[in-house]
């Protein structure tokens, strides 16, 4: 997958690469995890927490800095963000549509549920009673259950809930029988996570000034730009207090467990070398983590010494180490979109163009497509914020189908193609606004109302001097390879393919997604 993304260019730099990255990062941090030698899976002394607290870690940073972006870079401190979240997010879903029609005071609820559960809860995750980190597995679960179903977010959630399982032990997977814990000690657990989440209520009621208001609950945020600045900073230093106490009595745990606990001299000391290395590793990452963290905020980011950050970049370089501050979209009724349009005379008629997921026909229904990654649909929203000339691939794209590459064909809607048989001599692009027809409207055909708002990019040909030109000036002219290719090959790939282009994406993962859950759960050993 890191290979791809080295190649990926415009489909993995935009401004959702953050998933990408944090799936290399939970990939690199999964080999710290795995045992080093097959057929240790199920021996406890080849378990190291200190590589499984690095997982807690960067689920951590992950919401912490997502959360703090969108209302400290964004516009989330008024409360309206999911007003207009649902209509105008890369990939609605169907349910995207009834959500985005709630009561404006539920959608300002939504918001406070996810300003909370990704800024504050996260501080939760450290704290060492086990019931507290439960319920804040179970708050975040349903944070992600609820963005699976509202929106189409690729494997995000998905990695997200795996990333979660770090806030479980195995007494909640194995049973009471064999992790037995004290009748007083679960008592105190328990009432310590009331008094915690009693306070993070009352709090909560304070911070956002929630008051009833007949049937309806109202809410906002008394606060500040320079007050919310003052807050962020001084929660940047407890995230850095917190984590770096956290991991320092994780690795004394662990260097006591291998040398108290491992019998034999010989075992021992591989036991405290192994426990070692994955100290200095977790270390390694944990201070090169505090750079992206602390550039949340110039008084923070102000206190990184350079040599710091030149150990950030090259482990950056290697996507170990990540920075997954999100930039907001400006807030706006409705969406723009690109539509692509085809036709054989420069006058016209002019046909559209349909892509697979997203918007464009206003009667085609809000498809579901996690886990999988449609980038093209994704890049079309993006680049309907800037101008096609900061967009080459697009320009890319419309030369292919203008010569009528059945690979990029493939990547669009064939069966609703206007142009089956032969490509277009010309395609221009046109931009419109879209937004969702009302609520009166439930029981009609239309997902969409939308605008034309105007040009995007003029009509094309194929031989245009303006398009050959542009191309040729990025390198972007397909070019006849002189490399030798390997017949056997060639024709066994080309038969992949052929294979998978006939297959729905979402439904070809999911089906591997659960046959290999299934595969795991048969072949597991029971303990």
């Known amino acids: 997958y890191f290979s791809l993304y080295q190649v990926g260019q415009a489909f993995v730099s935009s401004e959702s690469c953050f998933r990408d990255n944090l799936l290399l990062e939970s990939g690199f941090l999964c080999l710290l995890v795995a045992p080093l030698l097959p057929g240790r899976r199920n021996q406890k002394q080849y378990t190291n927490s200190v590589s499984f607290w690095l997982i807690r870690w960067l689920l951590f940073r992950f919401l912490f800095t997502t959360g703090i972006s969108k209302i400290y870079t964004g516009n989330w401190l008024d409360l309206n963000a999911f007003a207009y979240h649902f209509e105008s997010m890369e990939l609605p879903s169907p349910l995207s549509w009834y959500v985005h029609h709630l009561p404006v005071w539920s959608l300002r609820m939504i918001t406070i549920w996810h300003i909370v559960t990704q800024t504050i809860l996260p501080f939760l995750f450290f704290i060492p009673i086990r019931s507290v980190r439960i319920s804040g597995y179970s708050v975040q679960l349903l944070l992600q259950i609820f963005s699976v179903l509202t929106g189409n977010y690729n494997f995000l959630n998905l990695l997200l809930v795996t990333l979660l399982l770090s806030l479980l032990d195995d007494k909640l997977f194995y049973g009471k029988s064999q992790y037995q814990g004290g009748k007083w000690t679960t008592i105190l657990s328990q009432i310590a996570n009331v008094v915690v989440h009693s306070a993070l209520i009352y709090g909560i009621i304070v911070l956002f000034n929630l008051r009833f208001n007949g049937s309806q609950v109202d809410a906002r945020i008394d606060m500040s730009k320079d007050q919310l600045s003052h807050i962020v900073k001084q929660s940047l230093f407890v995230a850095a207090y917190v984590g770096l106490a956290s991991l320092t009595l994780k690795i004394a745990r662990s260097v006591s467990s291998a040398v108290m606990d491992t019998p034999g001299v010989v075992s021992k000391f591989f036991a405290l070398f192994r426990a070692m290395f994955y100290a200095a590793m977790a270390m390694l990452i944990f201070i090169s983590s505090s750079v992206p963290l602390s550039s949340l905020h110039s008084a923070t980011n102000s206190t990184i010494s350079p040599s710091l950050r030149t150990i950030h970049n090259r482990l950056g370089k290697l996507q170990i180490v990540n920075n997954y501050v999100v930039n907001p979209k400006p807030l706006a009724k409705g969406r723009q979109e690109i539509i692509l349009e085809g036709s054989d005379n420069i006058k016209g008629p002019w046909l559209e163009y349909y892509f697979l997921y997203k918007p464009g026909n206003v009667n085609h229904s809000l498809p579901f497509v996690g886990p999988y990654s449609p980038r ?94 542009y191309l040729n000036a990025r390198n972007l002219l397909p070019t006849p390879s002189k490399e030798v290719v390997n017949v056997i090959w060639k024709q066994s790939l080309d038969s992949i393919r052929y294979v998978t282009s006939h297959l729905e994406a979402t439904l070809l993962l999911w089906s591997v997604f659960t046959a290999s859950c299934a595969i795991i759960t048969t072949t597991t050993k029971s303990k």
């Not at 000339?389 to 690979?407: A, C, F, I």
């Not at 937004?435 to 439930?442: F, M, S």
């Open 376 to 469: 093209l649909d994704w890049q079309m929203q993006w680049a309907a914020q800037s101008s096609y000339k900061d967009q080459p691939w697009l320009l890319s794209l419309v030369h292919r189908l203008l010569h009528g590459r059945p690979e990029v064909r493939s990547l669009l809607d064939r069966t609703h193609s206007p142009f089956q048989g032969k490509p277009p001599k010309f395609i221009r692009g046109t931009l419109y606004n879209y937004k969702y027809t009302p609520w009166t409207e439930r029981w009609q055909p239309s997902w969409w109302k939308r605008e034309k708002i105007g040009e995007y990019f003029p009509a094309f040909a194929k031989d245009s001097p303006a398009l050959v030109d």
